[in-house]
């Protein structure tokens, strides 16, 4: 890496994670490690009751290195223009609008505790897509490497072990906001009430929003954070969810309308999707 090289923030992990049952091999920063993911691997929240994460830059698990769609094959996205989704291993589909740059549908982004030197993740979500990758650049630590903050990111998770669908959101949209935006400190967590919700396809789960106020900028780029959760049983019964995670309080930040729109696109896996 050059000094120009623009880099990812230390909460930042772009990872290509190759599944065995619950134990994912990870590729992150540079550092190769073993880690046991919530949802067998494919982006789980991580055991209940661990702290709580900022939106991770995500690279691709091509060989050639170019940035894939994480969609399988091709039905219609729901909204004209979007682009699908696609976390079949989750049995998720879902939309985003056209400037939301998706990821390989094997890549992984994770938040970590700061202070833990094994890295393990407090939450991931698996094929994120990411709004402006490049929306803040900074080199606080000054050692002439900057480093890259996305604006927002929406992926899908497993949620192993949850007991009910309000559990899951909560304490999802809980991990992160507090790794991402907050952390050591949890005193600044807004936590909203869960709530019933449906999507466009009806599918009914749990939705809680978590927000930060007034948490302590460390660095340049550091901003409030926002998570949305929506959690919910697959066609196979198990919980898995959906997430939005963005700045929060700042000029640019992502519209409710345009959560609830992505959000609303959710909908259950089927062959096919993701195609065209």
Known sequence: MTAAEPRRRPWDRTTTAFVAGATAVVVACGVTGFLALRGDGDGGSGGGGGTDAKPSVTGSADP????????????SPLVPGWNTVVNAERGITFDVPASWARQSASWVSYVTEESDPEQKPLVAMMAPAVLKEKWCTSDDDKDGSPEDTALASVGTTGEKGARSAAEAAEDTA?????????????????????????????VEGSLVTVTSSGARAKGTCDTDGKAVT?????AD?????????GAHGVSDEVADATIREILSTVRLHEDGDGEG
């Open 237 to 245: 019964g198990a919980f898995v969810s959906w997430t939005y995670v």
């Open 64 to 75: 050639g290195g170019a940035k894939a769609p994480s969609g399988g094959a091709g039905s």
């Open 174 to 202: 809980k991990k992160w906001v507090y790794g991402a935006y907050t952390q050591p400190d949890s005193t600044h967590l807004v936590i909203g009430e869960p709530e019933s919700y449906r999507t466009k396809t009806g």
């Open 230 to 234: 929506f959690a919910f049983k697959n």
